[in-house]
């Protein structure tokens, strides 16, 4: 490597300030905008890993702080004391945005890494990404301790290349949501629930993303994608005593095989759990 240390030094005045409007009792307007930053940490800046066949990850010690400027606006209505709806539209700008590029190491794009021929990458600073997005909320109470909630969220993402062409960004998500059902009845809770996500195709995905076969599915094009999923997951609780309690779930009830975007981890399959706590 071309450098023996680096050193990271990030500081930023970060904020937020909004607003809430009630026209009438059950309606809000809100309005907010804030300011962020994520400096780069260890592994950004001095890790060298392999994670996909055929290309290596090299330290960059010339990492800047990542910074995000938001800008929300809200609604929230209730309808009768039994309806609840609220959405919001917000927007992201990334300045610096951390990302993985091709790089080059002593003037060279490609290097043998463990007996292999390499392409050279590293965590880099994207000129800028920016995030646009929606999140829709319904939550239903017809009585007799029943509730419905219901939760979606929207977002696009696009980041700027090298060369100056535009790319999806991997900040941003596939379309992802949660619905649940919950009966609460003297001692005894039960909740039946599902999340779910879209989605990416190999086009849809960023580039570093298509790059990495080993954390995604495989189409019949032999390109990598995000396939959607849905899992269903069940839930009681027992008020036994006033001091304790016994709680129940069943997840993935499918147990189907997935991996939330971008990860690379298999999330886990059927899960029974069995937990109690006791107050004293």
């Given amino acids: 490597l071309p450098f023996t240390e680096s050193e990271i030094k990030n500081g930023a005045l970060t904020g937020s300030i909004g607003a809430v409007w009630r026209p009438a009792t059950k309606t809000a307007l809100m309005a907010n905008l804030s300011t962020g930053f994520r400096s780069p940490n260890v592994d950004d800046s001095g890790k060298i890993f392999d994670a996909v066949s055929g290309f290596v990850t090299v330290p960059n010690p010339d990492l800047k702080a990542e910074y995000a400027y938001n800008a929300e606006i809200g609604w929230v209505q209730v309808i009768s004391d039994i309806i609840r709806m609220d959405a919001s539209l917000y927007h992201t700008f990334l300045d610096d945005a951390l990302v993985k590029r091709n790089f080059q190491l002593d003037g060279r794009d490609s290097i043998i890494y463990n007996g292999q021929m390499s392409k050279v990458e590293a965590i880099q600073n994207a000129a800028n990404a920016r995030i646009i997005g929606m999140q829709l909320g319904l939550e239903i109470k017809p009585g007799a301790g029943l509730s419905i909630v219901s939760q979606y969220n929207i977002q696009q993402g696009r980041e700027e290349l090298d060369n100056g062409d535009i790319s999806p960004s991997r ?6 949501g949660m619905t649940s059902a919950t ?4 001692n005894l809770m039960i909740s039946i629930s599902s999340q779910y996500s879209d989605g990416k195709t190999f086009t849809q995905l960023p580039p570093e993303e298509q790059n990495k076969p080993e954390i995604y599915a495989i189409g019949d094009d032999k390109k990598p994608y995000s396939p959607s999923w849905m899992v269903y997951h069940c839930r009681a609780q027992v008020q036994i005593s006033k ?3 016994i709680n129940l779930a ?8 997935y991996r939330p975007f971008a990860s690379g981890i298999v999330a886990s399959g059927r899960n029974f759990v069995v937990s109690g706590s006791v107050k004293f």
């Fill in 250 to 257: 069943l997840e993935n009830i499918t147990d189907i095989r």
């Fill in 243 to 245: 001091s304790f309690t």
């Fill in 183 to 186: 009966w609460n009845h003297k």
């Fill in 171 to 176: 900040h941003a998500a596939p379309n992802f």
